[in-house]
């Protein structure tokens, strides 16, 4: 007979299964050493590589504060890029980990495609570091939701996983259910920005239950990788109709030019 969903198992049960538990890992990591998730070389734990490592361009000051591109040197406290004044979001801040380049673009693909869930709590340390004055001021994590189809195709959601990283890390709840996908829209890549825009429209909605969930609070939208900045833009819009008060973006990676400067 198996303990019912309530019954707790006995000390002893559980001290065995947990000794059993921590045997097989020790064997696995005798068989199967640890390996960089990037380059898949040895490695002593489970962080990269020193020279995968050192070829991370992570993402600080100087940059646009109000998109988060970095620039080349320091204009000043408060300067906009020039795609910021041109064309302003509908959220008010983003801010990602690192750019979008080799080692960040092999880390995204084993996390999204690989089944590497296990690097969700690195990745989340470090968007955590990159956004701490936006949870700082958070009530709220929102991850960008996907499709009903894909979410069934891809069996987790990247954005939803990074997000309990995050709540862990900085103890900014999880809004879950909050934002939906409504609208199967196709791939992004290839796009250009005003068709990734357009495949977007009407794409997410806030369910009328969820509504109370989110007025009047400040939310910061949980994605993984921004490109042309559409989608986040698209759900930014969707929660301010809701009702929420503020929407900033946090990423683990952006695309960014080697080069920038500001106005």
């Known amino acids: 007979m198996t303990p019912s969903a309530g019954t707790a198992l006995p000390v002893h049960i559980r001290r065995a299964a947990d000794a059993m538990r921590a045997l097989l890992r020790t064997a696995l990591d005798f068989a199967l050493p640890p390996l960089c998730p990037a380059c898949r070389e040895p490695v002593d734990g489970q962080a990269l590589c020193p020279a995968c490592w050192s070829k991370l361009s992570f993402i600080t000051r100087p940059y646009c ?3 988060g591109i970095p620039f080349v040197y320091d204009p000043g406290p408060g300067i906009l890029s020039m795609e910021a004044i041109a064309d302003p979001p509908a959220y008010q801040r983003a801010r990602a980990a690192v750019r979008f380049d080799e080692i960040p673009r092999a880390l995204v693909h084993r996390f999204k495609y690989g089944d590497r869930l296990d690097l969700a709590p690195m990745m989340g340390r470090w968007i ?3 956004g701490r004055e936006l949870l700082a001021e958070a009530d709220a994590l929102v991850p960008v939701p996907l499709h009903w189809r894909r979410l069934w195709a891809r069996r987790f959601n990247q954005s939803a996983m990074l997000a309990a990283a995050i709540s862990a890390e900085s103890g900014v709840p999880v809004a879950a259910g909050v934002l939906k996908r409504v609208k199967p829209t196709a791939q992004q890549v290839g796009l250009s920005r005003t068709e990734r825009a357009a495949n977007l429209q009407g794409a997410f909605r806030v369910p009328p239950e969820a509504k109370g969930a989110i007025a009047g ?5 949980v994605d993984d990788v921004l490109t042309s900045g559409a989608t ?3 759900c930014a819009r969707t929660l301010l109709r809701g009702g929420a008060a503020n929407v900033d973006v946090l990423v683990f990676a952006r695309v960014a030019e080697p080069l ?4």
């Open 217 to 221: 609070r400040r939310l910061v939208l």
């Open 128 to 130: 955590s570091h990159a």
């Open 232 to 234: 986040v833009d698209g």
């Open 65 to 67: 504060e109000r998109l």
């Open 260 to 263: 920038r400067t500001s106005i």
